[in-house]
């Protein structure tokens, strides 16, 4: 089997860690690759295992997609559903056994199939105990439920799996969606997306609150819709799904709005080439890690997977 190649890449996300802590774009891209050898070094294996960490966020916004889907497939099959049946089928099952699997530290084993959670990880950070946090994750989970089947899944209800675009995600085998942009693989990977006529429809659940970086995500994932499947910017409209309060912010893309996104990505992608040997993206050898400055503030250390790798450089 060919060795695998740490390739040099951009994704929405990964710029979020790299503009809020050079360090921990380096743990995420460099420090851990590689972790999941057998002959691994000790630093390698904890920078992996500490990757695929999730936390109660993630974990919330991952039952409730599992949720949704699982409602709109009902649908499509002519079967309605309540947003209990969809909570106690769906939902609750995936955050039983994501709890358990956390608790009982299957994760230390084998990280990319089992999860741990941030609260469970670092219990001293966090204060909480888990009736309270879990609690809440429960009741946010269902009201999301409840939002989408009686506000978004009405007007999903007559689209059927044909007008459907597949996403490839993480863990469905194979790189996950991509597209490339000047030499540079671009990760972007949409909730859901379907055809009507000639006019591309991209949505994004979300179960937390709005944040202005949302829209910037969405016009990511038209920009991978010309890329990827030649659609003209105004003919795809993006959709925020605010499952928590049950609101919906929807744009028609232009063209102007890809500059942006186009911008962005040739900004962020020159920055991150300062921290690799020569500046040479191809390379992309990282700079050594002390080149790879700490959040300046500790305000987002304590909620950051890597939390434990970086602790004994705090103090220097």
Known sequence: MAE?????????????????????????????????????????????QLDKMDNRYSLQGNAVETAVMWALREKQQGRDVTADQAYEQAARPFLNG???????????????????????????????????????????TKRCIVNFID????????????????????????????????????????????????????????????KPAHHAQL?????????????????????????????????????DRLVDVRNTIGESVGDMAEYLVDADGARNEALPIDEWDLAPTRDPCQRCNFYELCAPAFNE
């Open 151 to 210: 506000r978004v899944l009405p007007r999903l209800a007559n689209i059927t799996p044909d007008q459907e675009v597949r996403v490839v995600r993480p863990g469905d085998g194979g790189d996950p969606e991509h597209f490339v942009f000047e030499g540079v693989k671009i990760y972007a990977i949409p909730d859901y997306v379907y055809r009507e006529g000639d006019t591309f429809h991209i949505i994004d659940w979300k179960s937390g609150k709005a």
């Open 219 to 255: 016009a990511l994932y038209g920009f991978w819709a010309t890329v990827k499947h030649a659609v003209p910017a105004e003919k795809i409209t993006v959709y925020i799904e605010y499952l928590a309060d049950g609101t919906t912010a929807a744009e028609t893309l232009t063209e």
């Open 98 to 140: 994501a709890y358990q699997q956390s608790k009982s530290g299957a994760w230390d084993e084998n990280p990319k199939k089992n999860c741990c959670l941030h609260e469970h990880y670092y219990a001293a950070l966090h204060g909480n105990a888990d009736d309270s946090w879990t609690a809440t994750i429960m009741d946010n």
């Open 4 to 48: 695998l190649k740490n390739n040099f890449s951009w994704s929405f996300s990964a710029a979020e860690d790299f503009d809020t802590c050079r360090r921990r774009r380096y743990w995420s891209k460099y420090g851990k690759w590689g972790g999941w050898a057998h002959d691994a070094s000790p630093e390698k294996r904890k920078a992996y």
